[in-house]
C-alpha cells in the first residue's frame, strides 16, 4: 500500500496512460499480429519460408510493436490528450534507448527461442506451448497491475492462464492452439479497449469549440 503522497501522484499519473483503452486496443492488436503469424506458420510448414519465419517473428515483435505504439499516440493525441490534459513522461536518451532497445530485441529472441524449443519438445496429450505462453503473458499483466494498481488487468491474467490452460488440454495439431490463443485473447482486448474507449468519451466529451465571433 502507497501511503507517500509523491508516490501516489506518481501513480496516478502513471494510471493516465492506461485511462482510455488504448493498452487493450494495442495489446490486442498485437496478438492478432502474433496469431495471423503462427497460422501463416502453419500454411507454409511446407514451404522454404518455413526455414526463415524466426525473421519474420523478431520483425512483428519489434516493427509491429513500434507501428501499433504509433498508431496508439496518434489515437491519444486526436482523442484523449484535448479531453484530459497532456502527460509527458521522461524518455530515455542515448545509451539508455539503445539499452531498452537491445533488452526488447533479446526477450524477443528468448521468447521466440523458448517457443520453438517447447514446439519441438512437446509431448503427446498435452499442448506445453500454448499453456506455457499463457502463462507468461499474465505473469506480464500480473506485474502491470502490481505496478500501477490496475485491477482489471488482473482479470486480463486470469483470460490468459485460462485460455492457456484450455487450449492446452485441447492440444490442436500443427500449434493451432497458438493461433486460437492469440486469436481469442486479442479479440477480447480489443473489446475491452473498445468498451474502455467509449466509456471514457462518454464521461470526458470534447471541450466545445470556440465560435468565430469569439
Avoid at 94 to 99: L, M, S, T, V
Avoid at 105 to 110: E, L, R
Avoid at 135 to 159: D, G, K, N, Q, T
Wanted: charged share 10%; aromatic share 16%; glycine share 8%.
Amino acid at each position: 500500500m502507497v501511503t507517500d503522497p509523491l508516490q501516489q501522484a506518481q501513480q496516478r499519473t502513471l494510471r493516465y496512460w492506461y485511462v482510455d483503452g488504448t493498452f487493450e486496443l494495442s495489446i490486442g492488436g498485437m496478438c492478432l499480429l502474433l496469431a495471423a503469424y503462427f497460422y501463416a506458420e502453419i500454411l507454409l510448414a511446407d514451404s522454404w519460408l518455413s526455414n526463415i519465419m524466426f525473421v519474420f517473428f523478431l520483425l512483428i515483435m519489434i516493427g509491429g510493436g513500434f507501428l501499433i505504439n504509433r498508431l496508439v499516440m496518434m489515437l491519444k493525441e486526436h482523442v484523449t490528450f484535448p479531453r484530459t490534459g497532456y502527460v509527458s513522461f521522461a524518455h530515455p536518451t542515448g545509451a539508455r534507448q539503445w539499452k531498452r532497445m537491445l533488452l526488447l530485441s533479446a526477450f524477443s529472441a528468448f521468447l521466440a527461442a523458448l517457443i520453438v524449443f517447447l514446439i519441438l519438445n512437446s509431448q503427446a496429450g498435452f499442448d506445453w506451448t500454448t499453456t506455457v505462453t499463457g502463462l507468461i503473458f499474465s505473469a506480464v499483466l500480473v506485474f502491470l497491475a502490481w505496478r500501477f494498481r490496475l485491477l482489471r488487468f488482473l482479470a486480463y491474467a486470469v483470460l490468459s492462464v485460462g485460455l492457456g490452460v484450455v487450449l492446452g488440454f485441447a492440444n490442436w495439431p500443427h500449434n493451432f492452439g497458438l493461433v486460437l490463443y492469440y486469436g481469442a485473447l486479442g479479440l477480447s482486448m480489443l473489446l475491452a479497449g473498445a468498451v474502455i474507449l467509449g466509456n471514457y468519451l462518454r464521461q470526458n466529451p470534447a471541450p466545445a469549440e470556440a465560435s468565430h465571433d469569439e
